[in-house]
DNA sequence: CTTAGGG
DNA sequence: CCCTAAG
């Protein structure tokens, strides 16, 4: 029982996934029990909290650090590992590591040579921090007070720091869990080859064991700075040997390697040994996520029971993951335009971590007036509005040292244009609280000229009640027109919608423009409503893909490839002609013949973009023909088949 | 996961 | 290109 609870943990502070939700689907084919013996722990993950306990106990006492005492308390791990759980893969188990002179060298080995999970031979482990170290240690402990005392050790007072690293997690290292983890082993162990005695060096994901890396990395527990952003931009991800080999030559296949940015930075330095032990699973990973994030869950602030969402779709258990292979991780999207920061945390109620989702400068000078023409109210202010800048919410793009400025440019601008573009919607912050009431008048509010100005705020949020409008230029207004040093708009102060538009200058009406009366300008720091280093807390939500047209080539190869496979079989149409096209997925390769059929059908005049040869748009429609008679067949002798039988 | 089809 | 229902 005690070891049960145990196991809901993982050792460095990752959660074991619980029991995932039975979709419909899933429920339908069993799925969901499958899963869940997929997520139940094994021997190895054990073993990795006892050996979390080992380095703990090693940071806590430095002097141990030799490996004669390390051995010593492999030895007696083991055996108690042993004694306890006879049954589980004895082959694992705890080893000192002969070499390192610092914390880290203790890890969790396996004589076999295939773990269950797919872990390599030895895995090293990988600390993530002290605070995972503590829960693994306290995990460790027989009793269960000491248990629950992890358990609080994670909802109290050190939740936030989980919650950091949770969602450090999820964002910082979000390439890399997005894109497979082999990509950050990869990125693990070069930093470590290349620089192997600084200590610091990598941690994006957890433990290096997806890929089949045969030496033991040891890594050092401290924060994921150092290497980052470099290392994630120079890695090349795992895996694009797979694909050729597993189609034998095929003299007529024609491959379209793709040229695109992502292909061009990876390219893998280790050899996976595993080949196609499972079929490729091109979209799993950063679907799940995608799909994840773009869930009704994301409003929720990555805290640690979130980090247990998450771990249901996958995201959090690199360890436990069953069917791992490159080929996820060399998937289409390793590069977005911008990786997915476009919203935030959706606003949670509370005032002081109102979800709000970017920071806000301005610089605000507010005017009354105190003419007076209204007939059912007091006088009237008018409060004037300047505001000089709103930051747009941090986000990442990636993109080849290869590509133009030019293009860099336009990457960004997509992505801001993106983010403006996708439904955000303003907050007031009075005093730092948010003023949730729309329909209160800005005095009411506490909003005006003569009031306590000095902390009004705006901030960027994401409006989900809002569909996401086009990109053109003129759907942003806040942004493209709020530097203008002229109000732009007018709305009369009683609108109430103030939200609605950051360049609102409820200006009086024109016949109260008496005697404004200056206010001193805002307090700038006071405005800035959300601390820089809190944003990239939150959680994040998927972003769509670039839109990336076909080439004629692209078309001709999934002709061909269609021209022999039919237009059923777009998985094995993606492996046989677009296999090293990564980011196009055997989903891109249906829709695409589906618009190539429309395309063919259609008026060269109508037909936009890049054009495409009317021979292959014939061979299209012939194709297309002969193949959709063809499952007309099928369905046909299907049905015989069936009324046969109920004959 | 894959396929099919609507959006 | 996305999403989802359905194999």
């Not at 914390?103 to 797919?118: A, F, K, P």
């Not at 433990?207 to 700075?225: F, G, I, S, W, Y």
């Not at 891109?588 to 013949?593: F, P, R, T």
Request: with cysteine.
């Amino acid at each position: 029982m005690v070891l049960q609870k145990r196991l809901d943990y993982g050792f460095n502070g990752y959660q074991v996934p619980p029991v995932p939700r039975a979709t419909r689907s899933a429920r339908r084919r069993g799925f969901f029990k499958k899963k869940h013996e997929e997520n139940q722990i094994c021997a190895f993950d054990l073993l990795a909290i006892v050996a979390g306990k080992l380095l703990l106990d090693k940071k806590i006492a430095p002097s141990s650090s030799n490996t004669s005492a390390d051995k010593d308390q492999c030895a007696v791990i083991n055996s108690a590992v042993k004694n306890k759980w006879q049954d589980v893969e004895k082959s694992l188990k705890v080893e000192a590591c002969d070499q390192g002179s610092s914390d880290n060298n203790i890890y969790v080995s396996d004589l076999s040579h295939v773990h269950r999970q797919g872990c390599s031979s030895k895995e090293s482990l990988v600390t993530q921090n002290d605070l995972n170290l503590g829960l693994a240690s306290a995990l460790t402990k027989p009793d269960c007070a000491e248990r629950s005392n992890a358990e609080r050790l994670v909802s109290g007072q050190t939740k936030n720091e989980i919650g950091t690293f949770a969602s450090k997690a999820e964002g910082d290292s979000s390439e890399y869990r997005e894109f497979g983890d082999c990509k950050s082993e990869a990125a693990t162990k070069r930093a470590v080859k290349d620089e192997p005695h600084k200590s610091g060096m990598v941690q994006s994901s957890t433990v290096v064991n997806m890929c089949n890396l045969e030496d033991p990395v040891v890594l050092d527990a401290k924060p994921p700075a150092l290497v980052s952003s470099d290392s994630r931009a120079k890695v090349p991800a795992c895996g694009n040997h797979i694909s050729n080999s597993s189609y034998p030559t095929n003299q007529d296949d024609l491959h379209v390697v793709s040229r695109d940015d992502d292909e061009n930075s990876s390219g893998c330095t280790h050899p996976i040994t595993t080949k196609k032990l499972f079929r490729p699973a091109p979209r799993i990973g950063d679907r799940r996520i995608r799909k994840f994030l773009a869930s009704k869950c994301w409003k929720v602030a990555p805290r640690l029971k979130d980090a247990t969402v998450s771990n249901s779709d996958g995201n959090f258990k690199p360890v436990f993951r069953k069917r791992q292979n490159c080929y996820r991780h060399q998937r289409s999207e390793r590069i977005y335009p911008f990786k997915k920061r476009k919203h935030f945390a959706y606003s949670s109620p509370s005032n002081s971590d109102g979800g709000t989702s970017c920071e806000f400068v301005s610089d605000l000078s507010l005017k009354g007036s105190n003419g007076d023409a209204s007939v059912s109210r007091s006088r009237m202010h008018g409060v004037k509005l300047r505001i000089k800048s709103f930051s747009v919410p941090e986000f990442l793009i990636e993109i080849p040292e290869s590509s133009t400025v030019g293009s860099l440019k336009r990457t960004v601008m997509e992505a801001v244009t993106a983010i403006l573009g996708s439904g955000l919607h303003v907050g007031v912050l009075l005093q730092g609280k948010k003023v949730r009431e729309d329909n209160k008048t800005l005095r009411q509010t506490g909003i005006s000229h003569n009031n306590q100005l000095d902390a009004l705020g705006f901030c960027l949020e994401p409006n989900p009640s809002q569909t996401p409008p086009s990109l053109s230029p003129g759907d942003s207004p806040f942004l493209l027109q709020c530097d203008t040093p002229q109000p732009i708009r007018r709305y009369p102060p009683t609108t109430g919608e103030v939200h609605q538009d950051i360049c609102a200058d409820p200006e009086p009406h024109v016949n109260n423009l008496g005697n404004y009366i200056e206010i001193p300008a805002m307090n700038v720091e006071a405005l800035a409503v959300v601390p820089a280093h809190q944003k990239s807390k939150r959680s994040e939500i998927a972003q769509r893909r670039i839109r990336r047209p076909f080439s004629v080539t692209e078309v001709e190869a999934l002709v061909h490839a269609v021209e022999k496979l039919g237009t059923g079989r777009w998985r094995d149409v993606k492996l046989q002609a677009f296999d090293n096209a990564k980011h196009r997925t055997y989903v891109d390769l249906k829709d695409k013949w589906k618009t190539l059929v429309h395309t063919a059908r259609i008026s060269p005049q109508q037909r936009r973009g890049e054009p495409v040869p009317q021979e292959l748009l014939d061979r299209v429609l012939t194709a297309h023909a002969y193949w959709s008679q063809q499952q007309a067949k099928q369905q046909f002798k299907h049905q015989q088949a069936e009324t046969c039988l109920l004959l």
